[in-house]
């Protein structure tokens, strides 16, 4: 027990305790601090101080990248551009088309007509017919009805294929009314109003369309609103505005038709009430309407989809009354239909040469001829198509503007110039049409054009069309919709958050645009809101500051605080026998992310500002089979030689990440009922803790991994908790668990990507990234290949019709909430006890568990722009292995998705029976793939060879029927012999395939089948490619991916479905250590059986067993140089010889015990320490395995180790109180220490019911291995005949072509041929001839490849929206310099924190000169460094002390050299600094008022500290508290055992706390008030001097 240190009982902050950080937070980590507790800093000798710093590697996810951020950047900026100009052209060519059509509809519409081609000395006229007139009011009514259609379908598909309310009774018809009156206002601004003011009026009237938003907006404004009197003014003057334009034209031009306008645009405006109305407004009518906008987020869909068809409907009947009043027959609408869109006439007259100034208002006594022309009848649909494509456009990619947050340049703006980029355009297009007529003559039908002003002078123009009342309309129109300059949502947020009804209006798009953006996304919590947060939570911690995107969710319920909305990530990795590459690569994975959190925590802290993707953050390792059976006792263990490398690891890790020397705090040691726990502290302050399975004590293997942390994490941590369950749910909505693999290799952004998904839909459950093999040789070059395009394609294609049936372990985010689901976790605990559950369950536990989450309702997507780097196998068997576990639980996941289809598709709204269509396409390929490979050979050959169909097939199935042959009756070892050396064969054979399939084309002709098919499948390949620029080699290994056909799609199918029966893993085997007796038994079995078998052979039969088969002899030897021995007329060695050996042994035996214990007697201390009794034990374990190996011992005797002989009696141990491992030295020096008492509780628990080890039942095994026999041969057996009888089939037809085939139309070849005896010219026509099932299988999979190069396009554009929405790009947004500092601070805080948290060049060495060039080279300081190297030093060792070390430095000063180089991307001017150094006076000061106020102060988590403190500044040791009933720190959930009441989740007895998540203080600090931490009895302490200074 001298060994076991453990923790003091000290108060906090005065001992050494790892509960600490106040001291322990600054110790160096850079230096050797693990003799004992002493931590002293050793010297450094001068002839010793060279050095060698880690070399930064650039490889996997750190690899440059700096091409591909600009590349990305370069297209932002185009995104920016070209949204821009698509948003802006298309509302200008929707409204231009929508006032082109109002202009034809008046009843006694006159034009001036192009004399170009009927005279040019004559003035000629049209007045269109009345088919015109009805074909543009039925291009109107289709205009209006296409987004209402959208909308319909919309709504239908989600009510019948997703979920529904069904709204009040009251409500439903209060929207009704509303979208009634829009209509109604629609109908009578496009039938009434435009069609009798001129086209540039029309246009400026629909800036008059806000009035009923701007007083509801106006009505709905609160007093807690900021300078509310001056915006409430403001909203006066813009509904005034909007007034004006109701009245101004019917009082000029004293029209009785123009008095529709107040009623049209007051009626149209009613559309967009539920943008502009709040359930906070003081009026309780607008409260009212608030409420059922609330109700409306759950109950749209449903309403939508009878009140789409009814303003159809009501549209419909609207224009037929406007007909009818206006004297017109409605019938007419319908029995001119067909003249309307068909050819029709239209007349045009001649003026008398009198009238050619003035048109005349008869023509009956002007005109002098008249001319019928034909109409341009498709012209009106040209102009409806443009007018639909145009909104449609403009719609679409606004909607990717906001999505991709390039709302204001490319939404707002376009949007806003909508009308005056249309009135300019009108002028100028209606100025040259007066001045010429002739001027469109190419470009419109001369008898349509816009509704022109009759004058056209400028003065005219500023007074009569009202220029300048026009300028007020648009203005107030920008004010009521200012909200779409400030958008607040979230990146790629859903259609339902960006606007509020589902669809748009397209005959006024830019209004419709502007005003149905949503106005109330979710706010940032801004900075001075910050001192509210903390009197909310009652302690100084600004990490739980997170934007909540979801604000409907928020504070429902007042028992939920806002803290529980913080994103909570566990990494939970599984570990078994990686190498220390790998280890390394994903160490530095973890050291990336708890740098990138504690920047993130940091910047929240101190510089006090919001970062929408802070989470928090916490690793666990899943070691299984961690350990072995110790070298000096075969009753002890220790941890097997991967545990010890990854201790090893972890310093070189951290010091590769942070660029300088760093030696972590040796981990803390806790015995765990499972085995143990090794629990480090990160630089950043995040915890790492390794689980060690012992496989004696606990069910090993990876499944079973996982579920231990989701039991532990989930069940434990979060559902143990003592506070309420909708406290809970949010966080467990809020809790991921990310899934890695003990050699992936990653970055923050990657995890950030995949925590934007699950943010943006809370249906999701999983959610995985792109993963790339890393690795060399050919079996990698292949795997490029398969996993570009498994994931361009396949992944891409599951995304988008439906869901990823497969998260892959190695890097996924699984929603917590989602796993503790009925049906997901409780079942993933289900033991394996028949033969398909092993191959389902075990073999491929990723796949199982999403089909679980898919057949609980839940999403799977993939985030192609989640990368994520892991080792793959490189060695052709390792590759077999894996793929035979891969393939028969991928074929048994999927049938058992498909056989569950019909209530999946009930229960799931992203499955639908298309999908699982298409699952079961894919899954018929799969099982004939086989048979279609050996079909493509026997027809290649045939080709390739010029040989026939029969000789072809012969060579062929041989080597098939061979293998399947060698399946079923050799060992794995001599299979995978035979498949590599078929594989090979294979690839020879598939080059010359190559070669005369291309000839075969080239008879063929590029119109055959297979030509189009081929051209099709490498074209779709290569244009993947190119939309992955950034993987775009991977299309190179393409070659060996298609000469690697046969095995892998062939032989590797055969190899898998017929070793079905074997369930191991196949992947990093190693051998297990075992104990002397397994040693002696299996060596007796192994004997005994040889002997068995010699027996019953004829000449053992001879001999009479004379002999031992193990050393046999014979009378006549031959051997050849010692390459082989021939023995002939063997017999055994005589026991005698034998005998003699072991008699030699067992006197040596007792020679050597007797010898230990005189030597013992002579010296006792000799060996007194430990150290010395381990080597001497372990020296005296090996000579006895020697001798075992010559001299058979009985059990009894074998159980007498040397250690035993010693005098000294044999220390007791218990395996949850000092076990062996703990003391081993190669796991350093830490502090040991223990779970509570619940814990242990828990994990007993656990064990007992899920988790205990399953005992190796001979019988139940061989009734297990006979049920995955039967298994196999059932699947063999229908997997061979489903192929069997594909190939008879397709084969015989193949030879009967010539009676039964299809002829093929393309690719015919022509035969001339000339008799010159009969001068005649014969020409035929041969076709191709197609067997109908082979050109059946070419379509099916030709569908297949359709279907996934079209989703993968689809998802490409998604993925690049992803990409573009996380890239920050300053160039069209306002300059640094024009910022204020405070928002450059803002914008750049997490990248100025990194840059203050380096741990390298923490001493002010910030010159990196390693550079090169003559003059570099010969300036290098390398004495300077070397000798500043060597002087002693504190180091710091944690980055939020290196943070504040160099914050606390920060000054405006120029003249001060102690303010260090924050970023090199962002110009640091003294306005910048000084602003910094405003926050950290700030902070300063508001800590120390914080520090004398909150003393005893409630704070968020319900408990409250009540603090004595004595004259002296001092406080007594008995602390004492009271906990309230309101709940804990949510902060336990992260504590490894920390926790509430009765020491659950650790206290001073048992546990440690998770210092990552306390309050942090300099040593230099021990003059100001120290926050420690936060027991079950709080207590606050002050240091030792009573003078506070009031520093940091």
Sequence with gaps: MSAIRHRPLAPPGTGDSDDNFTDDESTPLTQDIYGGSQRTIQETKGWDVFRDPPIKVETGSTANQECLEITVKILKIFAYILTFIIVLTGGVVAKGCVLFMTSQ???????????????????????????????????????????????????????????????????????????????????????????????????????????????????????????????????????????????????????????????????????????????????????????????????????????????????????????????????????????????????VDELATSLTNVLPDTLDAANIDTIDIDASHNMVIYVLLLQIFGAYMCYIFGKFACKILIQGFSYAFPVSLTVPITVSLLIAACGLRIDDPCFFHDTLPDYLFFASPSNFRFNDFVTQQMAWAWILWLLSQTWISLHIWTPKCERLATTEKLFVKPMYSSLVIDQSMAMNRRRDDQADVKTEDLSEIEKEKGDEYYETISVHTDGSAMHTKPTIKSSDHITRIYACATMWHETKDEMMEFLKSIMRMDEDQCARRVAQKYLRIVDPDYYEFETH????????????????????????????????????????????????????????????????????????????????????????????????????????????????????????????????????????????????????????????????????????????????????????????????????????????????????????????????????????????????????????????????????????RWVPSTIANIMDLLGDAKRTIKINDNISLLYIFYQMMLMGGTILGPGTIFLMLVGAFVAAFRIDNWTSFHYNIVPILGFMFVCFTCKSNIQLFVAQVLSTAYALIMMAVIVGTALQLGEDGIGSPSAIFLIAMTGSFFIAACLHPQEFWCITCGLIYLLSIPSMYLLLILYSIINLNVVTWGTREVVAKKTKKEMEAEKKAAEEAAKRVKQKSMLGFLQGGIGNNADEEGSVEISLAGLFRCILCTHGKTSDEKAQLTAIAESLDTIKSRLETLEHAIDPHGQHTRHGRRRTTSSGSKDHHLLSSVAEKSGDESEESDSDTSAEPKQERDFLTNPYWIEDADLRKGEVDFLSSAELQFWKDLIDKYLYPIDNDPVEQERIAADLIELRNKSVFAFFMANALFVLIVFLLQLNKDKLHIVWPLGVKTNITYIEETAEVHISKEYLQLEPIGLVFVFFFALILIIQFVAMMFHRFGTISHILASTELNLCKKKSEDLSQDALIDKHAVEIVKNLQRLQGIDGDYDNDSGSGPDRIARRRTIQNLEKARQPRRQIGTLDVAFKKRFLKLTADENNPATPILTRRMTMRAETIRALEVRKNSVMAERRKSAMQTLGAKNEYGITTTTVINNNGGIPNQRSGRTSTAGISIKDVFNVNGGHGEQIYGSNGGGTINQGYEHVLDDDDGNSLRLTTRNTNPQVSWGNNTTNTGRL
């Excluded at 009927?118 to 006229?125: A, C, E, N, Q, V």
């Excluded at 941890?639 to 972890?650: H, P, S």
């Design 621 to 884: 390792i899943f070691f299984d089979d961690a350990f072995e059976i110790s070298d000096h006792n075969d009753d002890d263990i220790q941890v097997n030689r991967f545990v010890k490398l990854l201790v090893a690891t972890m310093d070189e890790a951290a010091s590769e990440i942070h660029q300088t020397t760093i030696r972590l705090r040796p981990p803390k040691k806790y015995p765990a009922p499972y085995g143990g726990r090794l629990v480090w502290t990160l630089p950043g302050k995040t915890k790492f803790i390794t689980h060690l399975k012992d496989k004696d004590r606990i069910r090993h293997r990876k499944r079973w991994s996982q579920v231990m942390y989701m039991y532990y994490l989930l069940g434990h941590r979060l559902m143990e908790l003592p506070i309420s369950v909708d406290r809970k749910d949010v966080i467990a909505e809020n809790t991921y668990l990310l899934t890695l693999d003990g050699d992936i290799d990653f970055k923050p952004a990657a995890v950030t990507l995949l925590v934007d998904l699950m943010k943006k839909n809370k249906n999701l459950g999983a959610a995985c990234g792109r993963i790339h093999p890393v690795g060399s040789g050919p079996m990698v070059w292949y795997q490029l290949f398969e996993y570009a395009i498994g994931h361009w394609l396949q992944k891409a294609t599951e995304h988008m019709i439906g869901c990823v049936l497969c998260s892959p372990g190695c890097f996924s985010l699984f929603r917590g909430k989602g796993l503790m689901d009925d049906n997901v976790m409780k079942k993933y605990t289900t033991r394996s006890d028949e033969a398909r559950h092993y191959v389902q369950y075990d073999q491929g536990e990723d796949r199982w568990l999403c089909t679980l989450l898919l057949q609980r309702g839940y999403r799977v997507e993939y985030s192609a722009a989640s990368d994520a780097y892991t080792h793959c196998p490189e060695g052709f068997n390792e590759f077999y292995n894996q793929r035979r």
């Design 105 to 347: 509809l008046r009843k006694d519409k006159k034009i001036e007509y192009c004399n170009k081609d009927l005279g040019r000395d004559k003035t000629f006229i049209v007045k269109l017919p009345e088919e015109e007139r009805i074909a543009w009011i039925w291009a109107l009514m289709i205009a209006y009805a296409i987004p209402e259609i959208g909308s319909l379908i919309r709504s239908a598909r989600i009510c019948f294929f997703k979920t529904f309310k069904v709204p009040k009774t009251g409500h439903f018809l209060f929207i009704v009314l509303m979208e009634s009156f829009s209509a109604l206002g629609t109908a009578l601004l496009m039938f009434v109003v435009l069609p009798q003011i001129d086209a540039i009026q029309g246009a400026m009237l629909t800036n008059c369309l806000c009035v009923i938003p701007g007083i509801l907006g106006l009505l709905s404004r609160t007093s807690k609103e900021g300078k509310r009197a001056v915006k409430v003014i403001i909203d006066m003057a813009a509904v005034a505005a909007q007034v004006t334009g109701f009245v101004i034209w019917p009082l000029l031009e004293n029209r009785r038709e123009l008095w529709v306008i107040p009623v049209a645009c007051l009626m149209m405006s009613c559309g967009w009430w539920e943008n502009y109305v709040s359930p906070q407004s003081p009026f309780r009518l607008i409260r009212a309407m608030g409420h059922i906008k609330e109700e409306l987020k759950y109950t749209r869909y449903f309403c939508h989809m009878f009140i789409s068809i009814w303003k159809i409907f009501l549209f419909f009947c609207l224009v037929l009354l406007i007909y009818w009043v206006q004297g017109e027959e409605p019938g007419n609408i319908f029995s001119m239909y067909s003249d309307a869109f068909g050819p029709h006439k239209i007349s």
